[in-house]
């Protein structure tokens, strides 16, 4: 480890597409927490008397109701894809990322599942994999845990910058600028943790070699003396190369993809705004209000002594008008314009959430239902593309602990997102199809499969099938003694 004098304040610097798309993963980020308030209009604002306008304001916010179609759209989306394990075909050494991927004790699964549900968000986020700066790992130490490389993945929010660099025909990273979280103690006071942020730098030295470089600023932004150099011990055949990858709704490059949920949680605020002015409206408007019309030559003062204790409604009580007084209450009409606000965007949601899902192009409801595998949807384009990212990353790991490059590795996620039921006419067609040598039997196997009947190999099904002893049906009983010949024995 190297260390080296500097401020590097201008690490903090936020590539232009970063700041571009801020604001939009934030709106995401607060429609999936609920956390709405600070996007309702201050009624109170205009008001005369201050402290009126800010009691009305928080009856304003109270009234208002998170619907959060947002939050369950993310959970119907990353279940789709998670109700069948990902398909993982990994060396025996890298075993140890199956319950332990990223230091912390959190299983190469779940964190694809973590990963899944960012993407399915913002549409953004990244995968480093990272090795200790010494050789590789003895046996004892890799059994241990203590010296293997590990897969962090970081939010779209904290990859701040990077460069791209023209090599050859292809553009390629060259730098990467990860924002963290750094703890700290103060001297003197080892029971009082502080939290500072930390910039890690990816890049290519003048040599060739890839390193990291790690810039602090205390809680309070002060930047740290001393920059940290690290060179992991990647493998030769890995120089030069940084085990990062993006990962997007769209395609895996340095590019931002849109937020996929951006829409919902537009609508979603829409929402909660309609719903706050239907409940302020509902109050307000809705309230009866007394008009009282004193009689004639009753002044305020002669009101005041006919009436003590001022006007109450309920029938135990009388009230003196004077002569030719009297009184009414007064009630608004109903009005459902904030109502039907409500529901239209409820309708709009419904569609947003179902194109995530199902296939883009236009088609009739039966053909949705055959079809039903949502190939061209937003869905499962972000499965492929995490699944790539995994593989990828995979991949490096294997290597840096010194398997061949083209070592077989790969992590595929479910991308059968619905069961497809099969009814007994179906299998009845299947069954015709096979037996008139149109279909082979594994395809039947795939269908069933699909349905969620079994979840049985081709290979499963036919050892059990020869396996199974013979049906009494398919017995052919035969009556009468053997013949001699056939007793017989050669």
């Known amino acids: 480890m190297l260390t080296a004098n500097g401020q590097g304040s201008g690490v903090k610097t936020k590539h232009r597409e970063w700041l ?31 402290a009126y306008g800010e009691a009305r304001q928080a009856e304003y916010e109270a009234g208002g109701i998170v619907y959060n179609f947002t939050r369950r759209t993310l959970s119907g989306m990353v279940g789709s894809v998670m109700r069948k394990e990902p398909e993982i075909n990994i060396p025996k050494e890298l075993e140890y990322l199956l319950k332990n991927a990223d230091g912390s004790g959190v299983g190469l699964i779940q964190h694809a ?15 480093l994999v990272d090795a200790p ?33 023209r090599v050859g025909s292809v553009n390629r ?18 029971f009082e943790t ?13 040599d060739g070699n890839y390193r990291q470089r790690l810039f602090r600023f205390d809680a309070e932004g002060v930047a740290q003396e001393d920059v940290v150099e690290i060179y992991p011990d990647l493998g030769e055949s890995l120089r030069g190369v940084i085990p990062f990858t993006f990962i997007g709704a769209t395609n895996n490059d340095a590019t931002i993809d849109d937020a996929p949920l951006l829409p919902l949680a537009e609508l979603n605020i829409g929402h909660y705004r309609n719903s706050a002015d239907n409940e302020e409206s509902s109050f307000v408007v809705g309230q009866p209000t007394l008009f009282i019309y004193p009689g004639e030559n009753l002044t305020p003062q002669a009101f005041k002594e006919a009436n003590p204790n001022g006007i109450k409604f309920g029938s135990r009580r009388g009230h003196n008008l004077g002569y030719g007084g009297s009184a009414q209450l007064i009630q608004a009409g109903e009005n459902n314009l904030a109502r039907q606000n409500m529901l239209d965007k409820e309708q709009q949601a419904i569609q947003i959430g179902a194109q995530l899902i199902t296939p883009t192009q236009q088609i009739t409801a039966q053909s949705a239902r055959i079809q039903r595998g949502a190939d061209t949807s937003v869905m499962a384009t972000i499965a492929r593309n995490v699944s790539q990212a995994y593989t990828d990353a995979l991949r490096w790991v294997a290597v840096m602990l010194g398997k061949p490059e083209d070592t077989e590795v790969e992590f595929r996620l479910n991308m059968d997102f619905f069961l497809e039921p099969m009814t007994a006419q179906d299998r009845a067609a299947w069954m015709a199809d096979i037996n008139a040598g149109l279909l082979p039997a594994t395809a039947y196997y795939a269908a069933l499969r699909k349905a969620g009947v079994t979840d ?18 398919a017995v052919t009983q035969v009556a009468g003694e053997i013949p001699q010949a056939a007793q017989q024995q050669e």
């Not at 939290?195 to 030295?205: A, N």
């Not at 050892?463 to 002893?469: K, L, Q, T, W």
């Open 456 to 473: 049985w190999t081709d290979a499963d099904i036919k050892d059990a099938i020869e396996d199974a002893p013979l049906p009494l049906g």
């Open 113 to 127: 599942q973590d990963t899944l549900m960012e993407i399915d968000s913002v549409g953004r986020g990244g995968l």
């Open 194 to 206: 502080k939290y500072g942020e930390q910039y890690r730098v990816l890049d290519i030295d003048t």
């Open 173 to 190: 990273v060259t730098m990467v600028v990860l924002r963290e979280t750094w703890e700290y103690n103060e001297p003197g006071n080892e």
């Open 20 to 50: 571009h798309y801020a604001p939009k993963w934030q709106k995401v980020r607060h429609a999936l927490a609920g956390d709405l308030v600070g996007y309702l209009r201050n009624v109170g604002l205009n008001e005369p008397d201050k």
């Open 133 to 165: 700066e010494t050789g590789a790992a003895t046996a004892a130490e890799q059994n241990a845990g203590l010296l293997n490389p590990t897969i962090a993945f970081y939010t779209t929010e904290n990859i701040v910058n990077w460069r791209l660099t």
